[in-house]
């Protein structure tokens, strides 16, 4: 497809289960970006890759979240022992540059439509 | 990180011109500027970057004063299609895009 797909679009999740969402970004784009947006406010950076390599995992709120690129391409981010508080839509981009890159701060991030979890 | 500070939200009418202002006191040189769009169960959507002073597109006009500590988007003749969240960021290495929480335009009839 042309734009970045996110799956799934929903998820429900019991507390205490362990999720994993996955992101396809637009074909060639090396960066690849996680956030997590709550109800009512802006995104919230998590984690970005350059091909396969994690290099700024900072935002990440705890040990429990996870994220993956290995083939540089597709992404999953995965949430272990999910709690109510993981409750949020989370939102994959992808871009063009490479973060390394002093245009890096030029770039334009294209956001794939999200994966709302919901944990009971 | 550059923090901005942008209007919790606004109203206006069909056909009016709307400028919403985002505050960005501490700009760095290298920093640019760059204007999202939200629409609900969507994800942000760019709009228009710059660096200084004026830069136009088909959707919008982006004004950046000299001193570049605050910038304005100007959407001329908003439709009801407008009506969403938009985001002021202020680039800064590495970790590139900070969200605030937006100003929410509301285009009414």
């Known amino acids: 497809g042309a734009g970045v797909s996110q799956s799934p679009r929903y998820k429900v999740a019991k507390r205490g289960q362990d999720v994993a969402l996955r992101c396809d970004p637009i074909?060639?784009?090396?960066?690849l970006f996680w956030y997590q947006q709550a109800l009512g406010q802006g995104p919230e950076f998590l984690t970005y890759?350059?091909?396969?390599?994690?290099?700024?995992k900072s935002g990440l709120p705890s040990d429990r979240f996870f994220a993956e690129r290995p083939e540089g391409s597709v992404s999953t981010l995965k949430i272990q022992r999910t709690q109510q508080e993981d409750s949020a839509v989370y939102l994959c981009?992808?871009?063009?540059?490479?973060?390394?890159?002093?245009?890096?701060?030029?770039?334009?991030?294209?956001f794939g439509a999200g994966t709302r979890l919901s944990v009971l | 990180l550059a923090k901005t500070t942008q209007p919790i939200s606004m109203d206006s009418y069909e056909g009016q011109e709307v400028n919403i202002t985002c505050s960005h006191n501490?700009?760095?040189?290298?920093?640019?500027i760059t204007w999202y769009q939200q629409f609900p169960s969507q994800g942000p959507r760019f709009i228009i970057q710059?660096?200084?002073t004026k830069v136009t597109n088909e959707v919008a006009s982006l004004f950046i004063p000299a001193d570049r500590k605050s910038s304005t988007l100007s959407l001329p003749r908003v439709s009801l299609s407008d009506t969403a969240v938009y985001y002021c960021?202020?680039?800064?290495?590495?970790?590139?895009?900070?969200f605030g929480s937006g100003t929410q335009l509301t285009v009414l009839p």
């Open positions: 710059g660096y200084k």
């Open positions: 960021l202020v680039a800064s290495l590495p970790r590139q895009l900070t």
């Open positions: 074909s060639g784009h090396v960066s």
């Open positions: 890759f350059q091909n396969e390599a994690q290099l700024d």
């Open positions: 981009a992808s871009s063009l540059i490479n973060p390394g890159r002093r245009e890096f701060i030029k770039n334009i991030q294209y």
């Open positions: 501490n700009i760095a040189t290298n920093d640019y």
